[in-house]
């Protein structure tokens, strides 16, 4: 099984509200994901980081923001919630370097958002 | 054109019946190919990587064609904890790279 923990599994915010989704790994990855998905859509890539102070961002254009201040806590943060935000968001982490490694990414069990 | 594409499904089967399911990609510099799994409201997990000469493991094979940019997945003897959703994925882009995830085909196996 894989060690990446995700908190909170579930969570229901007002408009305007700042949250933070924390994402922890106990697997020395260097490199770390956030993803946003939609019920019965695919996997957009929001956020990544190769290491300690790398953050870059994904494919899907997102008004989250993300920091790498240890490698094993990739948190991602809401200033002020909307109900577009509004999503399942999910962490995942993979090693850097291998041939393996770079592909096999662990997911952690994701944060339901709700914004109401 | 979206990176990865799949047919979304759902495939509904009975017990022991055999299903495949396509993907193709449209990046043809695409390095590494994949199938993920994904149960109802859960996280995504790697099934098995595909490679170019097909590979196989237990009831499950998959093969690539490069040329035509097409990757498929068979099952065979379906379960009904086969029932999920499998994601096409591709990599490219060297170290720096990272995976594409297609929006997943959902495959029902009933009793």
Request: aromatic content about 0%; hydrophobic content about 20%; glycine content about 20%.
């Given at each position: 099984e894989a060690d990446i923990y995700q908190t909170p599994r579930y969570l229901v915010i007002g408009t305007g509200k700042k949250i933070t989704l924390e994402c922890s790994q106990?697997?020395?990855?260097?490199k770390m994901y956030w993803y946003q998905q939609d019920p019965g859509m695919e996997l957009h890539l929001i956020h990544y980081s190769y290491g300690v102070n790398s953050t870059e961002k994904g494919d899907l254009s997102s008004e989250s923001t993300v920091s790498r201040i240890r490698t094993e806590h990739f948190p991602l943060t809401l200033e002020s919630a909307r109900p577009s935000h509004t999503s399942q968001y999910l962490c995942a982490s993979s090693e850097l370097g291998g041939s393996r490694g770079l592909y096999e990414q662990y997911f952690g069990p994701g944060t339901r958002l709700t914004v109401t | 054109r979206k990176e990865v594409e799949q047919d979304p499904g759902p495939f509904n089967v009975p017990e022991g019946a055999t299903v495949a399911f396509n993907c193709t990609y449209s990046n043809s510099a695409s390095q590494s190919f994949f199938w993920y799994r994904q149960d109802c409201r859960k996280e995504p997990k790697l099934l098995m990587s595909v490679y170019s000469s097909g590979n196989e493991d237990g009831r499950f094979t998959a093969q690539l064609n490069r040329a035509s940019q097409y990757i498929s997945l068979l099952i065979r003897d379906s379960k009904l904890s086969d029932s999920a959703t499998y994601l096409c994925v591709v990599y490219y882009g060297g170290s720096q790279g990272n995976l594409i995830f297609g929006k997943g085909t959902k495959l029902s196996v009933k009793p």
């Open positions: 106990t697997m020395g990855h260097d | -």
